[in-house]
């Protein structure tokens, strides 16, 4: 069974550095575009940054400049290196990937559990 497996996150102080990573478990045939997205408390989940399989990434304006998303598409992992954090970067960050399964299936999405990421100031 196909999952994104979350690491990293905690608790910070402004300024500080963070890295986030997810792994598809489970061995999936390829995957697509992997990211990662965000949510506060009361508010809508929003993305931060994402990567397609041929390496074009997209941020958030709010995270442009600051983080950097990168990704093994070998080992269908996906990392977040957040540096100069903001007590409004905290929020639940979750993983998100487009992901064929197996060689005939079609890509469907998958989420993560989720990681908390505290920017204390």
């Known amino acids: 069974q196909v999952q994104l497996v979350e690491s990293g996150g905690g608790l910070v102080q402004a300024g500080g550095s963070l890295r986030l990573s997810c792994a598809a478990s489970?061995?999936?045939?390829?995957?697509?575009?992997m990211g990662w997205f965000r949510q506060c408390p009361g508010k809508q989940r929003e993305l931060v940054a994402n990567i397609t399989s041929g390496g074009i990434t997209n941020y958030a304006d709010s995270v442009s400049g600051r983080f950097t998303i990168s990704r093994d598409t070998a080992k269908n992992t996906v990392l977040l290196q957040m540096n100069s954090l903001k007590p409004e970067d905290t929020a639940v960050y979750y993983c998100?990937?487009?992901?064929?399964?197996?060689?005939?299936?079609?890509?469907?999405?998958?989420w993560g559990q989720g990681t908390q990421v505290t920017v204390s100031s």
């Open positions: 489970g061995s999936p045939f390829s995957a697509l575009a």
């Open positions: 998100n990937a487009v992901l064929r399964p197996h060689y005939y299936s079609d890509p469907r999405g998958y």
